[in-house]
Nanobody
Framework: QVQLVESGGGVVQPGGSLRLSCAAT????????EAWYRQAPGRVRELVAA???????NYADAVKGRFTISRDIAKNTLYLQMSALKPEDTAVYFC?????????WGEGTQVTVSA
């Protein structure tokens, strides 16, 4: 089991920024696709952003233009840069590494956007 450790969550004012990190215990970026998901109160889990080994990227419409997914292969770390945050971005965010039939999930990190 590959372990993923998330960090960077917290409380931020509307319009602010946060960067989430997802550190893996081994280098898997050459074969895995990675994604950030979130789940807000009263909502189902939703895809926020995803990236493939070939650097194909897509974003949920709700975050397009505000969030950026990226990775540092040398550091075995996936990032989600979040800007212009809105109260509706409040959710638990977690990362997913996928390969074939395998998925590895982080424990999640809370992001709260509130004045």
């Amino acid at each position: 089991q590959v372990q993923l450790v998330e960090s960077g969550g917290g409380v931020v004012q509307p319009g602010g920024s946060l960067r989430l990190s997802c550190a893996a215990t081994r280098n898997m970026f050459d074969i895995y696709s990675e994604a950030w998901y979130r789940q807000a109160p009263g909502r189902v889990r939703e895809l926020v952003a995803a990236i493939t080994p070939g650097d194909n990227i897509n974003y949920a419409d709700a975050v397009k233009g505000r969030f950026t997914i990226s990775r540092d292969i040398a550091k075995n770390t996936l990032y989600l840069q979040m800007s212009a945050l809105k109260p509706e971005d409040t959710a638990v965010y977690f990362c997913d590494f996928h390969y074939g039939t395998k998925d590895d999930w982080g424990e999640g990190t809370q992001v709260t956007v509130s004045a």
